[in-house]
């Protein structure tokens, strides 16, 4: 009787799942935006976060065409990974929301002034997966669609801690 019960009980803590703890991470990565119809703007990005199920973040990122027109973003990000509470990757879904700060500069003598000559908040909503190795290093495809953008696309890499 008492085998009975310590076999129930080992069979119980047995069949109770995991709990990863939350973890930060940061990553980098490249990208391109629709800023307008007309306009193709590459750059790059900045990315740290804290969760896992969910995260929340923030991100920097910084836009060009190559000639006149500059964006400097800077996003809050709620991601939810839709494998469970406890996942950190695989496929995920993500509210982004923040400002971008617009300029046009003429002479190009500079990349980018503060303050600049446009700021308007943005808002969006992307879908990415992220590819895990080592349980420490991963890359990120995503895309996503919003305004004032339309759409974008970007590759990121980064670390999990």
Known sequence: MAEDAAE???EAVDSK???NRPDFWFSI?????FYSPSWLAYGGSFAF???SG???????????D???FKVFEVD????????GRNAYDGIFIQLIGGASFVNYSEDFSGFFSFPSR?????AGFGVGWRFLYFNRVFFEPAVRFGYPYFVGLGLSTGLRF
């Open 8 to 10: 129930t009980e080992t």
């Open 54 to 64: 969910s995260s929340i973040g923030l991100k920097t990122s910084l836009f060009s």
């Open 66 to 68: 190559g000639g006149e």
């Open 29 to 33: 990565g490249g990208e391109t935006a």
């Open 17 to 19: 799942p995991l709990i």
């Open 76 to 83: 809050l990000q709620l991601r939810f990974y839709t494998l």
């Open 118 to 122: 446009t700021g308007i908040f943005n």
């Open 49 to 51: 976060g804290y969760g």
